[in-house]
């Protein structure tokens, strides 16, 4: 639904003297005269029969006549009222052939718009620069990465298409508990046949139990489905007020009656849902209506007489609604016959807050929103006051107050995707003067008209309305679901000299939004990984051995490494984010091994030789400066019997760790383990020949770091060995300055 041209008071005088006067020119350079077609033309332009008017001019283009600039403008008016937008875009095309220069900023304004339905967002921001208070919106139409923001998609919409649509219009849905009620300016049926249609086009206030209502999902639409829903011609009916949006849905005229609706679609037809009783002698029309927790129902209507200029406006009305009918009506205090309409109310659950849409003189834009306060339910309303926090130069339209303290709203004057779009705002900021208003992004809104917005207690399911299939407007129902989509945090913990990756290595994982410490051991390719399902700015610590945070000086010996990263939140799927830079830890990791090069034992012996010590005491001088438990072990190559090596082997292991405690190490923090040929390096198992060289490679001494022991004794030492993978940790049980040096 688009825009109406407010004609101003002075202009529209101006226009109706000279049609007294017959003063008009058709032909600007021919001097011809006024031909019936287009005083006819010019009369229902005058009267906002948009529908007729056109009939008329395209009726004079037709016999040959050259329109000028002046109605060429006029002829696109009517298509743009009729929401005829690809014949308005060829009369502006004709229009801009001729004379370019004669573009006012309502035709641009429109030919944006006409732009942005087509994705031509660049060509649609041309058109608005310069125009005052569109410099936003034209600002966002020329910038990819707005346009991006609010076209991205969400998984967590699920849109759906209800029964109750049809080719005629259905819109301004509200929910009232589990009653749909909702506007359309379809000819209503019985089961077997249509009836009272008299070929006026009110839009009336249909209803329908929603949990009754057969839907599908948007995306299963098929192309039959979205043609039979324009198979009504909308522009069959005659438009003629201002202020429904579109100069539309009155009563039509005598040269209408005969297009208003074909006799066979009405035989047998049958729609969803009922019509709301009690509302046979009020002409409603421009569609919205709302409810307070009292059944005061609100709504917009025609008033009863044109004025002299045969525009018949909008004022508010309400009345007592009982679930089926509407009782007591009557007329609010909005509105004026002869200046301006007031429509689409929007009141909250306790009555004393009203907001609506206007046209009425000094607004900021084409339609604002108002609102009225009263402290009761019993008292009148006050006298109405701008929204200009919201306000633009566009129009401002279809409020809707929700339980949760939400105004929603919709506006062609903001950045947004083209044409009507919706945005919301906390009532709270609102009546505080800040504008906090947020844009709904696709699928919600789109490049056409997205307006109406209802919904239950949250804003989880409901529905709205979108002219987004055929050009005609339906009801579109919505559930929202925040999909948690997570990150898949992945790391290595390795050797600080090396490089080689580190198993079996505890990592303390600390999310300070869950205050929570996730334990994670490291796999045998030295990897770790966790998922975290929310943004968060996380820290990553790798502990290889016991250390006493709280005694100075000690802390050399802790053997730990840790960082800090952001964990982003993925919007369509899980995704893996490496950590930035591997944990290094010092080379005597637990579960590290190394080979003692060097180490030979005569044939058959297992003495220590001269040549082999100096290799042992560089072992023992690392275990006096690390705290190290290990397991010293010795293998043989395969020849001689099995049972023969694990013997060699043992009592070669049990005299290098007698060495080693000869030096002064604790025999408790060393093991001796002979392997025999159990453990080849190699294919040189029995059987399979291979050099000598192949053979020394299985001859070796190895060490393997199993634990760290010195701290074990010492009062406040922290033993990162005893977590299991998996545990979640108060991170008051670690010491106090745990993650102190990761931020």
């Known amino acids: 639904m688009k825009t109406i041209t407010q004609i101003s008071n002075r202009i529209l005088t101006s226009l109706l003297l000279l049609l007294a006067m017959g003063s008009f020119t058709l032909f600007a350079q021919s001097g011809m005269n006024i031909t019936a077609d287009i005083s006819q033309g010019d009369a229902a ?5 948009y ?3 056109a009939g008329y001019y395209e009726k004079s283009i037709a016999r040959g006549n050259v329109l000028t600039p002046v109605y060429w403008t006029k002829l696109a008016d009517c298509y743009w009222q009729t929401r005829s937008y690809d014949k308005c875009k060829k009369a502006y095309d004709h229009l801009l052939a001729k004379n370019s220069g004669s573009l006012s900023n309502t035709d641009r304004i429109r030919l944006a718009e006409i732009a942005a339905r087509a994705h031509q967002y660049k060509k649609a921001g041309e058109w608005l620069k310069g125009i005052p208070g569109f410099e936003q919106k034209a600002e966002a139409f020329m910038d990819a990465g707005k346009l991006a923001e609010m076209e991205k998609d969400s998984a967590d919409w699920q849109m759906s298409f209800p029964d109750m649509n049809t080719p005629y219009r259905e819109f301004a849905p509200l929910l009232n508990s589990n009653t749909l009620l909702f506007s359309s300016n379809r ?10 249609w008299d070929g006026g086009n009110y839009s009336r206030l249909w209803q329908v139990d929603k949990n009754t209502l057969s839907t599908q999902p948007v995306s299963s639409l098929t192309g039959k489905q979205i043609t039979d829903l324009s198979a009504i011609p909308t522009k069959s009916k005659e438009k003629r007020i201002a202020g429904v949006y579109e100069g539309a849905d009155t009563k039509a005229s005598a040269p209408a009656l005969s297009v208003a609706f074909p006799r066979n679609y009405l035989q047998g037809n049958t729609f969803v849902g009922s019509l709301v009783e009690g509302l046979d002698n009020v002409p409603y029309n421009a569609g919205g209506v709302s409810i307070d927790k009292n059944n005061t129902i609100y709504f917009s209507a025609n008033y009863d007489h044109p004025d002299a200029n045969k525009i018949n406006r909008i004022r508010l009305m309400q009345g007592s609604y009982d679930g089926k009918k509407i009782t007591n009506i009557k007329a609010l205090p909005f ?19 009203l907001v609506f849409s206007s046209d009425m003189p000094n607004g900021k834009g084409g339609y604002d929103l108002y609102v009225s306060k009263r402290n009761d339910s019993s008292q009148s309303w006050g006298e109405p006051q701008k929204l200009d926090v919201i306000n633009t130069a566009g129009n401002e339209v279809f409020p809707s107050i929700t339980e949760d ?78 999909k948690i989509y997570s990150s898949l945090i992945e790391g290595y913990v390795k050797d600080k000299r090396t490089l080689q990756p580190i198993s079996d290595v505890s990592v303390f994982v600390f999310d300070p939004k869950e205050r929570k410490v996730y334990v994670l051991k490291t796999d045998a390719n030295g990897k770790y990984s966790m998922e975290v ?10 502990v290889a051995n016991p250390c006493n945070y709280a005694i100075e000086g000690v802390k ?73 438990d290990i397991e010293l072990s010795a293998h043989t190559d395969c020849r001689g019997s099995y049972s023969y090596n694990d013997t060699l082997s043992d009592k070669r292991a049990r005299s290098a760790v007698a060495y080693i405690v000869s030096k002064g190490i604790n025999q408790n923090r060393i093991i001796a383990k002979g392997y025999g040929e159990h453990q080849l390096l190699n294919r040189c198992d029995n059987g399979v020949w291979c050099s000598e060289a192949d053979h020394q490679l299985n001859r070796r001494t190895e060490i393997k770091v199993l634990s760290y022991s010195s701290d074990k004794e010492t009062p406040g030492a922290f033993d990162p060995n005893k977590f299991k993978a998996g545990e979640q940790l108060d991170p008051t049980i670690l010491p106090a300055n745990f993650f102190e040096q990761c931020k």
């Open 187 to 196: 000819p209503y049926a019985s089961k077997t046949r249509a009836f009272d």
């Open 533 to 542: 399902k929310h943004p968060s700015d996380i820290i990553v610590k790798a």
């Open 335 to 353: 509105g004026d016959p002869n200046q301006y309409s007031a429509m689409h109310p929007a009141v909250n659950p306790e009555g004393t807050l």
């Open 51 to 53: 529908v007729l008017a």
């Open 45 to 49: 332009y005058v009267a906002k029969k």
């Open 556 to 628: 050399q010996n802790c053997n730990c490494d840790c960082l800090a990263m952001q964990v982003v939140n993925p919007s369509k799927a899980t995704m893996v984010q490496p950590a930035p830079r591997d944990l290094l830890l010092d080379k005597f990791a637990i579960g590290m091994k190394w080979k003692l090069d060097n180490i030979h034992y005569d044939f058959d012996k297992w003495n220590i030789r001269a040549d082999a010590r100096p290799i042992l005491d560089s072992l023992v001088t690392i275990m006096k400066i690390y705290p190290i």
């Open 405 to 482: 303290g939400y105004l929603y709203y919709s506006s062609d004057g903001r950045p947004g995707l083209g044409g009507l779009d919706i945005y919301r705002i906390p009532l709270k900021d609102l009546l505080a003067g800040n504008d906090s208003s947020e844009h709904l992004s696709y699928p919600i809104n789109s490049n056409t008209d997205d307006f109406g917005w209802t919904q239950g207690a949250s804003a989880s399911t409901g529905f709205f309305t979108s002219d987004r299939i055929g050009g005609n407007d339906n009801i579109f129902g919505f559930n929202y679901e925040k």
